[in-house]
């Protein structure tokens, strides 16, 4: 039932995917990627970052289904930036996630240096058949008009944080207007917001769970998201928000819980490339 997106690359992306951010441990990895699968979520999302890339191999080694049944999503640390080390430390990504290609490679963090050598290999490793489609996470607007000045092509896709107490409407419109599809991640604050009472209460009057309404005005927004869960039930219920539908007015109370509360960190200040542009 999960919606499919189009890239502006033409490859399709589905619109809600599961996290493998602090997923750890081979038998919580096997359960939660096999949960997943059977709930019906077919995007899975990992990171050089996050330390588990081998589990997720094995793990979706174990399921045993066809390549083109999933997605896979990686991404380059800040500390493998530059040409090489890109290009080095993504022959790993594939080697412990036991792929050929993945679905979609991003550079985690903008960061000063190898600004556009990074990009440049993700150019490459797409021409070379490793990775279908490329993005990046965490760039804010100056970001992605500074990596316009000297791209070949641009970022199909920006995964950045954004729940309801950092709605980020101007950078998803950003997005939006340029053709690249905004991926949000930590969908549910982390789960730390489950209780906030606007939410509570809009949640008591469609008889769903706070989490399905965050989940479901993400949703309707029309962008993706990929909340994470090692809890069986969770992983099924977060899937469970195709059969409501939030109102107008719903989805306006939910925009002004707006707060520009970040849970992650802020991405890379950006007045160095202020001087050199
Ligand atoms: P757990 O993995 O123990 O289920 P986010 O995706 O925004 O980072 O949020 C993930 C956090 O929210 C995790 O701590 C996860 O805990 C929790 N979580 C995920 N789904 C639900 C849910 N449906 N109800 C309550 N907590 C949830």
Known sequence: QVKMLTLADGQQIP??????Y???????????????YAAGYRLFDTAQLYKN?????????????????????????????????????????L????????????????????????????????????????????????HLQYLATQAHEMPVLNQIERHPLLNQAPL??????????????????RGKILDNPVLTQIAQVHGKSTAQVILRWHLQTGIAFIPKSIHTTRIRQNLDIYDFRL???EMARIDQLNSFHRFGKEPALVYEYNQKW
């Open 15 to 20: 619109q809600e995917g599961f996290g493998l």
């Open 22 to 36: 602090k997923v750890h441990g081979q038998e919580t990895m096997n359960q939660a990627i096999s949960d997943a």
């Open 53 to 93: 890339e081998t589990e997720v191999g094995v793990a979706l080694h174990r399921l045993s289904v066809p390549r083109d049944q999933f997605f896979v999503t990686t991404k380059i640390a800040e500390t493998n930036q530059g040409y090489q080390r890109t290009i080095a430390s993504f022959k790993e990504s």
């Open 95 to 142: 080697r412990k996630l036991q792929l050929d290609v993945v679905n979609l490679l991003l550079i985690h963090w903008p960061t000063e240096k190898c600004f556009f050598d990074t990009w440049r290999a993700l150019e490459d490793l797409k021409q070379a058949g490793l990775t279908r489609s490329i993005g990046v996470s965490n760039y804010q607007m100056i």
């Open 172 to 189: 998803v419109k950003f997005d939006h207007d340029h053709q690249i599809i905004t991926q949000a991640w930590s969908p549910l604050g």
């Open 247 to 249: 109102t107008d007015d």
